[in-house]
């Protein structure tokens, strides 16, 4: 699949947060190509907040001693507008976490200003083709009122990261049934990243003796896959917090990784990829609210897969994802008059 921007001209990048942990890790998988490719050179943006500027000078100091070969130049600022100026590609990372305990909705009001005052420097400063990832949470809920503070940037552009529930499932599935990851695809997550996610297996193909079949051809545990799979995943971040003590960041980084090369660079053939977009009303979806579908991506564009079906179990799990972000749409608005 050839890559969306074929251009030798630097990209410009911006990652916010990046004094913070995700962002530690997920600096050097772009300035070491993983995410643009081996030929595309970079000019990092990283933005932090005021008091953050040490550490950020830390980790720019850091970024110099790695010797990038990719990497023409970082620009390492508090400064909106600088960080915002003309980039190409957004990481939109700075946010509060959460810690043992919450809900990621619980951050919506300590976070959903930064992402509209982040919409307006979108709107202001960046490329009119911006894409933009939003890691931050709630992260579907971020990603609306970004777009919506946004109104130059078209609303495709905007997304929100499920990438790591896709990963988290994928794992728990080539495990069960004890396949490779890589010969695991089209998992599915549905709605919001919160615990009302639903990871839907009904549609996961299996490679084995080099052809593709379907979950349900080969050895594995219905049963297992609705009452262990979706709980599994949808509280796999509070596991990881109450372990660590530290929301996931290695594996935020490497999801978030994943959701921009796959943007960048399309999917394969027959591979579907998870992104929360805006939707159109597909799968009955109210029109507007950030959503995790399945998607594939040709020439820089995501396509929601069509034409799925859904039965009574998937409606009441798509019901109550919906449900949840249309509350966390309401609450939202309020908290951004
Ligand atoms: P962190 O606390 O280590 O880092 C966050 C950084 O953001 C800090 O350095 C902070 O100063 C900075 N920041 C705060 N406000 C900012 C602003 N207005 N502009 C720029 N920077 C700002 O947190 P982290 O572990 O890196 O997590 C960041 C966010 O990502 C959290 O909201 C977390 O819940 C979320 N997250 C999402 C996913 C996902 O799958 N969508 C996965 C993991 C974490
Ligand atoms: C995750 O899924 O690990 C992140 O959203 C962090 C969290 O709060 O769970």
Same mark, same amino acid.
């Given at each position: 699949?050839?890559?969306?921007?074929?251009?030798?001209?630097?990209?410009?990048?911006?990652?916010?947060?990046?004094?913070?942990?995700?962002?530690? *890790?997920?600096?050097?998988?772009?300035?070491?190509?993983?995410?643009?490719?081996?030929?595309?050179?970079?000019?990092?943006?990283?933005?932090?907040?005021?008091?953050?500027?040490?550490?950020?000078?830390?980790?720019?100091?850091?970024? *110099?001693?790695?010797?990038?070969?990719?990497?023409?130049?970082?620009?390492?600022?508090?400064?909106?507008?600088?960080?915002?100026?003309?980039?190409?590609?957004?990481?939109?990372?700075?946010? $509060?976490?959460?810690?043992?305990?919450?809900?990621?909705?619980?951050?919506?009001?300590?976070?959903?200003?930064?992402?509209?005052? !982040?919409?307006?420097?979108?709107?202001?400063?960046?490329?009119?083709?911006?894409?933009?990832?939003?890691?931050?949470?709630?992260?579907?809920?971020?990603?609306?009122?970004?777009?919506?503070?946004?109104?130059?940037?078209?609303?495709?552009?905007?997304?929100? $990261?499920?990438?790591?529930?896709?990963?988290?499932?994928?794992?728990?599935?080539?495990?069960?049934?004890?396949?490779?990851?890589?010969?695991?695809?089209?998992?599915?997550?549905?709605?919001?990243?919160?615990?009302?996610?639903?990871?839907?297996?009904?549609?996961?193909?299996? !490679?084995?003796?080099?052809?593709?079949?379907?979950?349900?051809?080969?050895?594995?545990?219905?049963?297992?896959?609705?009452?262990?799979?979706?709980?599994?995943?949808?509280?796999?971040?509070?596991?990881?917090?109450?372990?660590?003590?530290?929301?996931?960041?290695?594996?935020?980084?490497?999801?978030?990784?994943?959701?921009?090369?796959?943007?960048?660079?399309?999917?394969?053939?027959?591979?579907?990829?998870?992104?929360?977009?805006?939707?159109?009303?597909?799968?009955?979806?109210?029109?507007?609210?950030?959503?995790?579908?399945?998607?594939?991506?040709?020439?820089?564009?995501?396509?929601?897969?069509?034409?799925?079906?859904?039965?009574?179990?998937?409606?009441?799990?798509?019901?109550?994802?919906?449900?949840?972000?249309?509350?966390?749409?309401?609450?939202?608005?309020?908290?951004?008059?």
């Amino acid at each position: 699949m050839a890559p969306a921007t074929a251009s030798n001209e630097p990209i410009r990048v911006l990652i916010t947060g990046a004094a913070g942990q995700i962002a530690y *890790s997920l600096i050097p998988l772009i300035a070491k190509g993983e995410v643009f490719g081996q030929k595309q050179e970079i000019i990092l943006h990283l933005l932090d907040i005021q008091p953050m500027l040490g550490v950020l000078n830390g980790v720019a100091m850091e970024i *110099s001693d790695c010797a990038f070969p990719l990497l023409r130049d970082v620009v390492a600022t508090a400064d909106v507008a600088a960080a915002f100026k003309g980039i190409s590609y957004a990481f939109l990372v700075g946010a $509060m976490p959460r810690r043992e305990g919450m809900e990621r909705k619980d951050l919506l009001k300590a976070n959903v200003r930064i992402f509209k005052d !982040q919409g307006g420097a979108l709107d202001q400063f960046a490329k009119k083709d911006v894409k933009v990832l939003v890691v931050g949470n709630p992260a579907n809920t971020n990603a609306l009122i970004c777009s919506k503070y946004a109104p130059s940037i078209p609303k495709e552009n905007i997304t929100a $990261m499920t990438r790591l529930d896709q990963n988290r499932a994928t794992a728990q599935v080539a495990q069960h049934v004890q396949a490779r990851i890589q010969d695991v695809r089209k998992v599915i997550i549905w709605g919001n990243h919160s615990n009302t996610q639903f990871p839907d297996a009904r549609f996961v193909e299996v !490679q084995k003796d080099g052809s593709w079949t379907s979950i349900s051809k080969v050895q594995h545990d219905e049963k297992w896959l609705k009452e262990s799979l979706i709980p599994l995943v949808q509280k796999r971040g509070a596991e990881v917090i109450a372990a660590r003590k530290l929301s996931s960041a290695m594996s935020a980084a490497q999801a978030a990784a994943d959701h921009m090369r796959n943007w960048f660079n399309g999917t394969e053939k027959d591979q579907w990829v998870n992104m929360a977009v805006v939707s159109k009303g597909e799968y009955g979806i109210p029109e507007g609210l950030v959503f995790s579908f399945p998607v594939t991506v040709e020439n820089g564009q995501w396509k929601i897969v069509p034409n799925l079906a859904i039965d009574d179990f998937s409606k009441e799990k798509l019901k109550i994802t919906t449900t949840e972000l249309e509350e966390e749409r309401t609450e939202a608005h309020a908290a951004c008059e």
